[in-house]
DNA sequence: ATTAAAAATTTACGCGCGTAAAGTATTTTG
DNA sequence: CAAAATACTTTACGCGCGTAAATTTTTAAT
C-alpha cells in the first residue's frame, strides 16, 4: 500500500525490478511472458498501481487491442442489447471495445468508419445500415482493417457474416400461425431499409407457397427508423379495412408490431387468441419491450448471445491469424418461437 | 485531386507550405490561427487529405479534446436518446464525444471512469446511478477531471448538477390529476436507486398535502433496472387489489408505468378516461415508448433537449475557463405535461 | 552436468506531435 | 509612414512507449 506515484514505464522497472522491454512485451499481452515474470509483475502492480500510457502505447504499435463496434442506431433497445453483450465478449477476450452508433444516418455510419480508424483498431464488428449504406466507401474501410458484418449483410464486403436465418425462423413462425389459425398476411415497409427485411419478405413467400396459402403483403410507406410510429400509421388503416383475407398478421418486425398494437388498441380492435379477439398479431425479434406490450407479442427470439459471442469469436480468430484468411464466413442462427398472448 | 499519400504532419507541412508548429496550432484550435492561415491550411486539406495521428496528438496535450459521457444503462431508451442528444451538441463545439454505459453496475461505473481517466479527457458529463454508485472513487475522480453530473445528483460531487425540476414537474401531474378524476396514489420502487425517485416520492407528498388530499404510497419491491418487470408483477397485485383508496395511479417513472399498463391489460383491467375505464395510470419521463402503451401514457416530458444543451454548454464553460470555478452550479428544467390516454 | 533453447536485459533508436524560444514577416495602430 | 503588436517560421527538445539487435541469464532437455 505504498501507492507511489509512478509516471511512467521506466520508473515502474526501476521499482518492479523487471526491464521495460519486458514490461512493454507484458502489457501488450500478459501471456507473452514466463509465468514466473507474469507474477512478479503483477505483486508489484498492487503495490504501484501503474497503467501504461494509452497514447503513448499505440501510437508506434502496428496493431492496437481496440475493437470497433458499429451498430445503425444505439437508442433502438435491439441493438443497444445485442451491443452490450458483444462487448462483454470482446472484454473478456483481452479487447477494448469502442461502441459507436450510426442513429441511423449514412454518412454518420461513414464518419463512425473514418473515425474508429484514427483508433489504428484491429478490428470492426459492423452492423451496417443495409440499403441505405455507402457501399464504396465502407468496402474500401474494409480492405484495410478487418471487419466482420452481423445482423446486416452487406453481400461480399468483409471477412463475413453473423446474423440470423430468417429462412428458417419466419418459416417457423409461419407454420405456427397457419396451425393455429388463419393464414398470416405479412405487414412490412415498402422500401425497408435492413436487408433482413428483403429476406423475411421472401422467406414468408415461401413458407406460404409451401403449405399452400396464398401469401398477402401489407406494406406500409414511410422511410427511416421510426418503425413504431410507420407501424401505427399504417396500423390504422390495416384495421379498418375490411378487405383484408385474414384475420393473421405477420409483422416483419417487432417495432412495426408495437406500433400496430397500439393502432389496434386505439381502434377498439381486440388483438389475440381469446374468443372476444377478432384479430392476431405476430412479430420477429424478441424485442425488449415485447414481453410487455398489450397483449404481450408472439414473436420469434433471435439468439443475441450466440449472434455477439460468434461474431466476437470470428473477428478475434481473424485478427489474430498470421497470415489473412481470403474467405469469407457467413454464420446462420436459428430463431426460436416464442408463444405469447398476441397469436 | 492529386491526392498523394501523406504520412505525417512534417510531409504535410511541406506540402501545404505552412509550418509545421502553426499546423499543431490548427489542428488543435483552427481559428486560433490568422484567417488567411486558416484559409490556406483548409484548402491544402481538400486537396492532401491529412488527418493528425490521433494517439501522437494527444500523448503530450495537457489536455485533449476529448469528453466522457457515461449513462446508467445505454439499453434503457430514455439514457440513449439524451446521450445521443449530449454527443451531437458536445462535437458541434468541436469536442469529441466518448460515451459509456454503467450497465447498471457501481463496479462499471468506476471502472468507466478509470478507462475515461487513460483519455486524459478535458472533462466528464456524467449521469451515476445515484443511491448504488460508490461515492468514494467518484468524488477523488472529480477532484482531477471536471465532472458534470445530469438527470441524478449527488450532493456536493462535481462541478454542478444540470437536471429536471421534479418537484414542478410531479406537483404539475399532481395538479391535473386531482382536477380530472381522484387523486392519484403513487407507484413507485420501495427501495430506488436513483435519487429523481426520492425527489418525486417527496413532490408527490408535497403536492397531496397542498391539495388537501391524503397520499397513498404503493412500494414495489425489487432490485435493478428492470423496471417494466417490476412494475408488471406489482402491477398485477395492485389491480386485483380492493382496497385501493383511489382508481388513479402515478408511476415514478414510464417504465415502471409500461410494466404497469401492461399487467393491467392482462388482467383485463381496462385503463384510461373512456366510461368503461375504471383506472387511470400516469407516468413521468415521456418515455419514447409511452406514445405506443395501450393506452398511450399520460406523462411529464422532459426537456431532453435543452438538459443536453445546458450540460454540455455548461461543462465546456468550465472546461475552457483559464481559472478554475469552485462554485457548484445546479440547474432544473420545468417538465411538461403530455396528455394522453391513460389520464 | 552439459548443452541447446527460451526468456530477460541492455542499449539504442524512432514514432508523430506538443511546445518553448528566438528570430522574421505581416498586420494593425496612431 | 513608423512603431507596436500580432502571427508565423526555424530550431530544438521531449513525451512515453514500441521495437530491434546484441548480450546475458534462466530454463528445459539430453
Same mark, same amino acid.
Given at each position: 500500500?505504498?501507492?507511489?506515484?509512478?509516471? &511512467?514505464?521506466?520508473?515502474?522497472?526501476?521499482?518492479?525490478?523487471?526491464?521495460?522491454?519486458?514490461?512493454?512485451?507484458?502489457?501488450?499481452? @500478459?501471456?507473452?511472458?514466463?509465468?514466473?515474470?507474469?507474477?512478479?509483475?503483477?505483486?508489484?502492480?498492487?503495490?504501484?498501481?501503474?497503467?501504461?500510457?494509452?497514447?503513448?502505447?499505440?501510437?508506434?504499435?502496428?496493431?492496437?487491442? &481496440?475493437?470497433?463496434?458499429?451498430?445503425?442506431?444505439?437508442?433502438?433497445?435491439?441493438?443497444?442489447?445485442?451491443?452490450?453483450?458483444?462487448?462483454?465478449?470482446?472484454?473478456?477476450?483481452?479487447?477494448?471495445?469502442?461502441?459507436?452508433?450510426?442513429?441511423?444516418? @449514412?454518412?454518420?455510419?461513414?464518419?463512425?468508419?473514418?473515425?474508429?480508424?484514427?483508433?489504428? @483498431?484491429?478490428?470492426?464488428?459492423?452492423?451496417?445500415?443495409?440499403?441505405?449504406?455507402?457501399?464504396?466507401?465502407?468496402?474500401?474501410?474494409?480492405?484495410?482493417?478487418?471487419?466482420?458484418?452481423? %445482423?446486416?449483410?452487406?453481400?461480399?464486403?468483409?471477412?463475413?457474416?453473423?446474423?440470423?436465418?430468417?429462412?428458417?425462423?419466419?418459416?417457423?413462425?409461419? %407454420?405456427?400461425?397457419?396451425?393455429?389459425?388463419?393464414?398470416?398476411?405479412?405487414?412490412?415497409?415498402?422500401?425497408?431499409?435492413?436487408?433482413?427485411?428483403?429476406?423475411?419478405r421472401a422467406a414468408y413467400l415461401k413458407a406460404m407457397g409451401q403449405l399452400g396459402h396464398q401469401p398477402h403483403l401489407i406494406q406500409a410507406i414511410g422511410d427511416g427508423w421510426e418503425f413504431e410510429e410507420i407501424g401505427f400509421r399504417e396500423g390504422m388503416r390495416v384495421v379498418a379495412d375490411k378487405t383484408l383475407p385474414t384475420d393473421t398478421i405477420l409483422c416483419s418486425n417487432d417495432r412495426l408490431a408495437i406500433g400496430f398494437l397500439s393502432a389496434a388498441f386505439e381502434s377498439g380492435r381486440r388483438i389475440g387468441l381469446g374468443p372476444d379477439c377478432s384479430m392476431r398479431v405476430a412479430g420477429h425479434d424478441d424485442h425488449p419491450f415485447s414481453r410487455f406490450t398489450c397483449p404481450t407479442l408472439t414473436t420469434i427470439s433471435q439468439d443475441y448471445e450466440a449472434i455477439a459471442k460468434k461474431s466476437a469469436e470470428t473477428l478475434l480468430t481473424r485478427v489474430e491469424a498470421e497470415s489473412p484468411v481470403d474467405s469469407r464466413e457467413e454464420v446462420l442462427f436459428d430463431g426460436r418461437l416464442v408463444m405469447r398472448h398476441s397469436a
Open positions: 500500500m505504498t501507492t507511489k506515484k509512478i509516471k &511512467n514505464m521506466e520508473e515502474f522497472a526501476a521499482v518492479s525490478g523487471i526491464s521495460r522491454p519486458t514490461l512493454s512485451k507484458f502489457f501488450n499481452d @500478459p501471456v507473452s511472458v514466463r509465468a514466473s515474470t507474469k507474477a512478479r509483475i503483477e505483486a508489484a502492480l498492487e503495490r504501484y498501481d501503474f497503467k501504461p500510457n494509452l497514447y503513448a502505447m499505440n501510437q508506434n504499435r502496428r496493431l492496437t487491442k &481496440n475493437i470497433g463496434i458499429i451498430v445503425p442506431h444505439l437508442a433502438d433497445p435491439f441493438f443497444a442489447k445485442i451491443a452490450r453483450t458483444i462487448e462483454d465478449h470482446i472484454q473478456v477476450m483481452g479487447y477494448r471495445p469502442v461502441l459507436l452508433g450510426s442513429q441511423g444516418r @449514412p454518412e454518420l455510419e461513414v464518419q463512425n468508419l473514418e473515425n474508429l480508424r484514427s483508433l489504428k @483498431p484491429a478490428g470492426i464488428l459492423f452492423a451496417p445500415l443495409g440499403r441505405a449504406s455507402n457501399r464504396g466507401p465502407i468496402e474500401a474501410f474494409c480492405k484495410e482493417v478487418p471487419t466482420l458484418l452481423f %445482423d446486416a449483410n452487406l453481400e461480399g464486403v468483409g471477412e463475413g457474416f453473423i446474423g440470423s436465418n430468417n429462412d428458417q425462423s419466419v418459416g417457423l413462425i409461419v %407454420d405456427y400461425l397457419c396451425r393455429t389459425g388463419e393464414p398470416p398476411a405479412f405487414f412490412e415497409m415498402k422500401s425497408p431499409s435492413n436487408p433482413n427485411a428483403y429476406k423475411r
